[in-house]
């Protein structure tokens, strides 16, 4: 591949739209995200219909403002990139479709990208010297796992959550404290102030590198649930110190464990879930202590963005994966076991 390999790639599987502009996999010129947020707060969750209409109403401004920050025509660019899952199937249909549009109007390669690879090679951006092999650990609202990355397009799942994900305890947690929507930002806003000196009933852990998140949400609900019945008041903030450190706590002590076991001296940190604070800190702390180097994305490569497809897709092209043609389709329900690159 020549230098200089210029990629427009585009996110669009929840309720972000983005597109970026990715220079030879490490360097990202734009990175536009249309977030939609405020939009879905007042439902208390992502809607799917809601997601994908305000998707179709962003993409092409989103697309002309990443190219225009980055100095760049569809002329200068070599690839387009697209999620093609996992995530909501018709937020992903909007972005293959213009994707694939773009495409076939410019000639240029399309190059299908799994969102889990994705957000592992948004550290690429954070850190331009880091390379494979290391240990990543997956944190975000639909996945949850540990996999050693042995290089760029070569990953293997060691520990999985076998229930719900990180990301979705945290939410389950802030909506039954009535905190509201995103949950995880707002429990840990709440954790800053708390005390974490409520023990909830913690069961032995027989999981290995593996995660079980929904005896801890039900643990925390049936807390809250007793003090309401009493007339109690609810201590939210230290509920959410505790909760977080207990969830924290785990995470750290698997991935660890998972790096040492491996014979790898580099941990990194994937998906939105890596923007808590705590996390952060606590794996960096750990690591220091037993040698290892720890690598967390900055916080725009932390949620949805389309610079990070942008990066891997660039690894993908570059080793002759991914490669679609006008009959790629979404795939929401793309398995974090398998993060093969898209054939046909």
């Not at 660019?77 to 937020?91: E, F, K, P």
């Not at 994705?118 to 650990?137: D, M, Q, R, T, W």
């Amino acid at each position: 591949m020549k230098k200089g390999f210029k990629i427009l790639a585009i996110e669009s599987s929840c309720d972000e739209t983005s597109c970026a502009i990715v220079v030879d996999g490490r360097t990202c010129l734009s990175n536009i995200v249309s977030s939609q947020i405020d939009i879905h707060t007042r439902f208390g969750g992502v809607v799917p219909e809601v997601a994908s209409r305000n998707h179709v109403t962003a993409i092409d401004n989103v697309v002309k403002l990443a190219l225009e920050k980055a100095n760049c025509t569809l002329n200068d660019i070599d690839a387009v990139a697209v999620t093609y899952g996992a995530g909501l199937i018709g937020s992903l249909l909007v972005g293959v479709s213009y994707a694939k549009g773009l495409s076939y109007v410019t000639k240029k390669p399309l190059i299908a990208v799994n969102h889990i690879y994705g957000h592992i090679a948004g550290n690429y951006l954070s850190y331009p010297k880091l390379e494979p092999p290391f240990v990543c650990l997956i944190v975000s609202g639909g996945h949850t796992a540990i996999v050693k990355v042995e290089d760029y397009n070569n990953h293997i799942v060691i520990g999985n959550t076998l229930d719900d994900a990180v990301g979705e305890c945290f939410d389950k947690v802030a909506r039954v404290l009535g905190l509201g929507y995103p949950g995880g930002p707002k429990v840990s806003k709440l954790a800053e102030s708390g005390n974490a000196n409520i023990q909830f009933v913690k069961p032995n852990d027989t999981l290995g590198y593996n995660f079980s998140f929904s005896g801890k949400k039900t643990a925390v609900i049936n807390y809250v649930h007793k003090l309401e019945q009493a007339g109690k008041p609810i201590p939210k903030e230290d509920i959410c110190a505790s909760f977080e450190n207990w969830i924290v706590d785990e995470l750290v002590e698997k991935t660890i464990k998972a790096c040492k076991d491996s014979g790898y001296n580099k941990v990194v940190v994937a998906g939105g879930v890596s923007a808590n604070r705590r996390l952060r800190e606590e794996l960096n702390k750990k690591a220091n202590q037993n040698g290892i180097l720890c690598f967390v994305p900055a916080m725009e490569y932390c949620t949805d963005n389309a610079a990070m497809i942008g990066s891997a897709a660039y690894y993908a092209y570059r080793d002759g994966e991914g490669v679609a043609d006008m009959s790629l389709a979404p795939k929401p329900n793309l398995s974090l076991q398998d993060f093969k690159y898209y054939t046909k």
